[in-house]
């Protein structure tokens, strides 16, 4: 599967971005799919995971309450609406898929795909 996120961009502090990451193929409902991202000179980190159905959600405690993870399997489409960013927020945004069947979703070695990034900049 091909994975292509977008949506990144410049915000105040405070303010919203929705991303969005688009699946190639017709077995994206098949995929758990998460959201990674990596700020400079720092590590990879997990912010938010969706399973196949979106019945079940997880979020880093660094996002809970401010971001939301979905998906729109006729879509094949997996969506990150951020709201009240924080200059910390400021990174390249990764979406991934992770093949069945399904494993931990806050690690990145379970993911099998990835999107290009998309970079997010929050300004103060």
């Known amino acids: 599967v091909q994975l292509q996120a977008s949506g990144g961009g410049l915000v105040q502090a405070g303010g919203s971005l929705r991303l969005a990451c688009a699946a190639s193929g017709r077995t994206f409902s098949r995929y758990g799919m998460g959201w990674f991202r990596q700020a400079p000179g720092k590590e990879r980190e997990f912010v938010a995971a969706?399973?196949?159905?979106?019945?079940?959600?997880y979020y880093a405690d660094s996002v809970k309450g401010r971001f939301t993870i979905s998906r729109d399997n006729a879509k094949n489409t997996v969506y990150l609406q951020m709201n009240s960013l924080k200059p910390e927020d400021t990174a390249i945004y990764y979406c991934?898929?992770?093949?069945?069947?399904?494993?931990?979703?806050?690690?990145?070695?379970?993911?099998?795909?990835w999107g290009q990034g998309t970079l997010v900049t929050v300004s103060s």
């Open positions: 991934a898929a992770s093949r069945p069947p399904a494993r931990t979703y806050y690690y990145s070695v379970n993911y099998d795909y």
């Open positions: 969706i399973d196949q159905s979106g019945g079940s959600i």
